[in-house]
């Protein structure tokens, strides 16, 4: 059984930083990519970063580029999103996923996170 198990989330200024982790249990990833999407209330779920499985190649959404950076430990079987000079609108709900594909565009695996909680003050 996968588990994943989301942390890192908070309460922050804007232009403040936090660092989210996802740890995945249950079997191995390292072949696989993995990624981060977030939801904010009233709106759909939307693809922020995603990680190769070697590590090499990385995907970011444009409301984040420059700002969020994805790592990944394929060792610990967790992923990281780092994440600098937040806003408010950066606010919500986000979402590990593991198990995807990196060509072009992210497309996810089956596999998600609970979710952990991003609010940005103004």
């Known amino acids: 059984q996968v588990q994943l198990v989301e942390s890192g989330g908070g309460l922050v200024q804007a232009g403040g930083s936090l660092r989210l982790s996802c740890a995945a249990s249950?079997?191995?990833?390292?072949?696989?990519?993995m990624g981060w999407f977030r939801q904010a209330p009233g709106k759909e779920r939307e693809f922020v970063a995603a990680?190769?499985?070697?590590?090499?190649?990385?995907l970011y959404a444009d409301s984040v580029k420059g700002r969020f950076t994805i790592s990944r430990d394929s060792a610990k079987n967790t992923v990281y999103l780092q994440m600098n000079s937040l806003k408010p609108e950066d606010t919500a709900v986000y979402y590990c996923n593991v198990g995807g594909k990196l060509s072009g565009r992210y497309y996810p695996g089956n596999y998600w996170g609970q979710g952990t909680q991003v609010t940005v003050s103004s």
């Open positions: 249950g079997r191995t990833f390292s072949s696989a990519a």
């Open positions: 990680i190769s499985w070697s590590g090499g190649s990385t």
